[in-house]
């Protein structure tokens, strides 16, 4: 076969291989192929030597046309390649811009803030202030004060974190009752929710850092009456609903008489479970009447003036409420719990 047709058939074969590549990596074997250093164009030129003058003039313009047409055969399919590969990103990364922005994500208030809001309303309904107090105490505000002196036993009822300095991390929200009595006198009827902090093991029902309200009323002739009067006032108020209370002899301090105020265990109805220790009573609300000696070193005279006091566990009262079963999930910051309130 003339050198000429040679070269005719090459590119014809080569035209159809160009057409039938399936992709782009394809498509560049066929050129290597073809047109690469040792393909078969390359092969085709070595026998020009072989040609006499006028053979060889028309195999060389026979060679380059093909070589020409190849390679714009090439250029054309591998555009078409990259168009589809365009294309197809497009279509998959595709963004509708006229989609409207997801809103912001709504957050909620933690439910020991939703209910401490409840009491100071209902509080504040009946005439209370609500006073805040350092969360770092004297020895002084948050011992002496309610006449728990140093030696006394009852220190040991709760283990405190003690500072350098003699200072603490209060355990419990009563000397917010001290420094309410030293500002405001009497008479005197004041809340103050906040938080506490005991050097105590962790489990089911109690934390290291709690929340408590501290409740007070100071005036002629407070009796043991106006006590259980405010109590179940606010029991039924957070629970909006019977839930059965005892109340039994407890001794702190700063109240003479004392009382414990448990509520009837709301996560196991009673028969048991971690939270109340299998006893079916969850300790809340203790309280009592003012003990004369924390009064007169306040600067009131116990003659004349009389007093309640109490010390709401919030942090008990908000799982009873919503049914936690465990007093960590609290302050664990975890949204898939937290979203729920
Ligand atoms: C007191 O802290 C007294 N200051 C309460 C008081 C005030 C009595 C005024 C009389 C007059 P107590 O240690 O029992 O008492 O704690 C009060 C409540 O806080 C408990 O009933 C409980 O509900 C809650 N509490 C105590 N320790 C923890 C803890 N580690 N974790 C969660 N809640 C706790």
């Known amino acids: 076969m003339k050198l000429d047709d040679q070269i005719q058939k090459l590119e014809a074969g080569a035209l159809a291989r160009i057409q039938e590549a399936i992709d782009s990596e394809a498509l560049e074997a066929v050129r290597v ?17 072989k040609l006499t003058p006028e053979e060889r003039a028309s195999a060389g313009k026979a060679l380059n046309a093909a070589k020409q047409a190849l390679e714009s055969a090439f250029e054309s399919r591998k555009q078409a390649f990259a168009s589809d590969a365009l294309n197809q990103r497009l279509r998959a990364e595709w963004v509708d811009l006229t989609l409207p922005a997801p809103g912001p994500r709504p957050g909620s208030l933690h439910p020991v803030t939703q209910i ?18 350092p969360e770092v105490e004297t020895e002084y505000h948050n011992f002496d004060a309610l006449n728990i ?11 405190t974190f003690w500072l350098e300095g003699g200072n603490l991390l209060r355990t419990h929200t009563s000397p917010v009752q001290v420094r309410g009595m030293e500002k405001l006198g009497p008479p005197l009827r004041m809340i103050a929710p906040g938080r506490a902090f005991r050097n105590e093991e962790v489990d089911a029902s109690h934390e290291h850092t709690f929340y408590q309200v501290e409740g007070m ?5 407070v009796s043991v009456a106006h006590l259980i009067y405010f109590m ?6 957070i629970f909006r609903r019977e839930v059965t209370v005892r109340l039994r002899p407890g001794y702190f301090p700063f109240v003479e008489p004392g009382f414990e105020l ?10 048991g479970c971690p939270v109340c220790k299998q006893s079916g009573w969850v300790e809340l ?3 009592g009447l003012v003990q004369p000696n924390v009064l007169r070193m306040s600067g009131i005279d116990p003659d004349e003036w009389g007093g309640f006091a109490f010390g709401l566990g919030l942090t008990r009262l908000a799982m009873m409420r919503y049914g936690i079963d465990d007093i960590r999930l609290l302050q664990s910051g975890d949204l898939r719990f937290l979203s729920q309130f």
């Open 33 to 49: 192929d073809v047109l690469g250093r040792k393909g078969s164009l390359a092969q085709i030129s070595k026998d020009f030597g």
């Open 285 to 287: 609300l203790p309280c």
């Open 232 to 237: 179940k006032t606010l029991l039924s108020a």
């Open 262 to 271: 448990d509520v009837q265990c709301l996560i196991c109805g009673g028969p």
């Open 149 to 159: 002196p140093p030696e006394h036993p009852a220190r040991d009822m709760q283990d």
């Open 217 to 221: 009323m100071v005036d002629r002739d």
């Open 116 to 133: 401490q809001d409840e009491i100071e309303d209902l509080f504040t309904s009946l005439g209370f202030a609500v006073l805040d107090g």
